[in-house]
């Protein structure tokens, strides 16, 4: 369950950041909704999965990662951001890093 949990908050965490730009730094009332609904959603799950005794070490790690390694993903494939080697390389980084953490034996 805890990790159903996690993957809600992931998920709604990569769902109030990729409306950050429509929201045009707040000026629009929608995009900004889904916003502060996204992020408010994502830490109330993540804390849920926190206290299914899930280590707070795994599951930022994972949260943060996951999700930044997911908006990556959108800014090339939906906002035409460039795919660079560099980049390429950043979120194979914290792919890995969390599969290390997600195995590393704390949990």
Do not use: D
């Not at 809600?8 to 950050?20: D, F, K, N, P, R």
């Not at 609904?37 to 005794?53: D, H, I, M, P, T």
């Not at 494939?77 to 953490?101: D, F, H, Q, R, S």
């Amino acid at each position: 369950m805890r990790w159903l949990l996690l993957l809600g908050a992931i998920l709604s965490e990569v769902v109030g950041t990729s409306a950050l730009k429509a929201s045009q730094g707040f000026t629009r009332l929608g995009p900004s909704i889904v916003v502060v609904v996204g992020y408010l959603l994502s830490f109330y799950l993540l804390s849920l999965a926190l206290k299914l005794q899930m280590p707070v070490s795994v599951g930022y790690a994972l949260w943060s990662g996951i999700g930044t390694a997911l908006i990556a993903a959108i800014g090339v494939v939906w906002l035409n951001e460039p795919m660079t080697a560099l980049k390429a390389l950043g979120i194979g980084l914290i792919i890995a890093g969390a599969v290390v953490l997600n195995f590393s034996g704390t949990h």
